[in-house]
């Protein structure tokens, strides 16, 4: 994550120096986009290492982060744009990336537990297995994520078309920039909330068993709130349609990998994002350009929203359908539960080493408080003779 973070920022300092528009893509797209996936995938394992009971919750308040910076980065822009130029916006963006190895650092690694006799067994299994791949395609084997693989990727060819739009379509309706580019910090206020509400909703007992269908309907809600955004005329309805597309997309936000890792588990995790995300890319290089097609030959907004809406409905009905006669899972996994038990006693052994340093430390500060006071002792001894 460190490296990422040094490859994100420098990126978007190397693009300040930019003199044609194709460097600005190979600096941004290329170099800053590879330092942010590899802040972005880790940052999801680490989560999920850390959090079993409460991990919908945790990945909702992690998820949250997205929306603040969308929150901030339009009159951000704004600002940067007016007071120092494109080349010193980029330059200050790149500063501001580099606090992504602060956060890094601070990502404490699982360290080994302790033998019990549920590890010893798990330990001696894996010896008996192959050694796990970096990347297992092993993962296309399970239907489950098959179907959540077709069902993401279709989504992705609407839900980021209407960000890309609405300041634009704000535009053309004869509304200034500052006005336009408050639409995407409504978006992002609205999202703030509804990520970490999500996964509390997500994370009680009689919902999680039942989080595809959840994450469905947070699916259907998006595209329902495309079709009805798209006739939109005028700025408060485009307002209405950023409040209600912030819930619906930080709804999505917060449930999309917390119900992949439902479908796959712990083990195949850090393939299955790694696949789902490539094709998740691929669809989005389809998806908000072939927007940009359909704009520019039916010169209306209205058919794109449309268009995103029904996409978006599509993906829902893929999953919720894909699951409901496709998937038949067991309840009860003793390989899942194994994992449980490993990454249970990994976080306990963890907290006990944590608070050993504490105690270390206490331990310094009282031999320290003791030699102070015998010295002081001393001293007083040698002044009365």
Same mark, same amino acid.
């Given at each position: ?12 300092? =190397? !693009? ?12 941004? /797209? ?18 999920n290492r850390y959090f079993s009971e409460k991990r919908p919750l945790a990945n909702g308040l992690a998820a949250a982060g997205s929306p603040v910076l969308l929150c ?12 120092? /130029? ?8 790149? /500063? ?38 970096l990347l297992d395609f092993s993962v296309v084997k399970d239907r489950g994520f098959v179907i959540y693989t077709i069902a993401a990727s279709i989504m992705v060819l609407?839900?980021? $078309? ?10 053309? =309706? ?5 006005? @336009? ?5 409504? $978006? ?14 997500? /994370? ?10 959840? *994450?469905? *309907?947070?699916?259907? +809600? ?46 195949? *995790? ?10 998740? @890319? ?5 998806? $908000? ?7 520019? @030959? ?21 999953? !919720?359908?894909?699951? +409901? *006669? ?17 990454? @249970? ?41």
């Amino acid at each position: 994550m460190m490296v990422g973070g040094i490859f994100a920022s420098l990126g978007m300092i =190397l !693009a300040s120096f930019a003199t044609s528009i194709i460097y600005i893509y190979l600096c941004t /797209g290329v170099i800053t986009g590879l330092g942010l996936s590899l802040n972005f995938q880790p940052s999801l394992m680490m989560l999920n290492r850390y959090f079993s009971e409460k991990r919908p919750l945790a990945n909702g308040l992690a998820a949250a982060g997205s929306p603040v910076l969308l929150c901030c980065l339009s009159p951000l822009g704004q600002i940067l744009q007016t007071h120092y /130029g494109w080349r010193g916006g980029f330059l200050i963006l790149g /500063g501001l990336l580099l606090n992504c190895c602060a956060c890094s650092a601070l990502m404490r690694p699982l360290l080994p537990p302790k033998k019990s006799p549920e590890l010893e067994a798990f330990t001696e299994q894996e010896k008996v297995q192959p050694k796990r791949k970096l990347l297992d395609f092993s993962v296309v084997k399970d239907r489950g994520f098959v179907i959540y693989t077709i069902a993401a990727s279709i989504m992705v060819l609407g839900l980021f $078309v209407p960000p890309v739009f609405v300041v634009s379509y704000a535009k053309e =309706l004869g509304y200034e920039d500052t006005n @336009a580019a408050l639409l995407l910090s409504i $978006v992002g206020f609205v999202d703030m909330f509804a990520r970490p509400v999500s996964g509390l909703i997500a /994370g009680m007992k009689c919902v999680r068993t039942k989080s595809v269908y959840l *994450f469905s *309907f947070a699916m259907i +809600f998006n595209g329902c709130t495309d079709l009805i955004g798209s006739q939109a005329n005028n700025y408060a309805g485009l307002a209405v349609f950023c409040v209600f597309f912030g819930m619906s997309y930080g709804m999505v936000g917060a449930l999309q990998f917390e119900v992949l890792m439902a479908i796959v588990g712990t083990e195949k *995790f850090s393939s299955a994002i790694g696949l789902v995300l490539l094709m998740e @890319a691929i669809a989005v290089l389809i998806g $908000v350009p072939g927007a940009g097609f359909l704009l520019d @030959a039916t010169h209306q907004y209205m058919y794109v929203f449309l268009m995103a809406g029904c996409v978006v409905i599509l993906s829902a009905l893929v999953l !919720a359908l894909g699951n +409901f *006669f496709c998937i038949r899972r067991k309840q009860t996994d003793p390989e899942a539960k194994m994992e449980m038990a490993v990454t @249970a006693a990994e976080k306990e052994e963890l907290n006990h080493r944590v608070e050993g340093e504490e105690d270390g430390g206490g331990e310094e500060e009282a031999k320290e408080k003791e030699n102070g006071k015998a010295s002081a002792l001393n001293t007083v001894e040698e002044g009365g003779h």
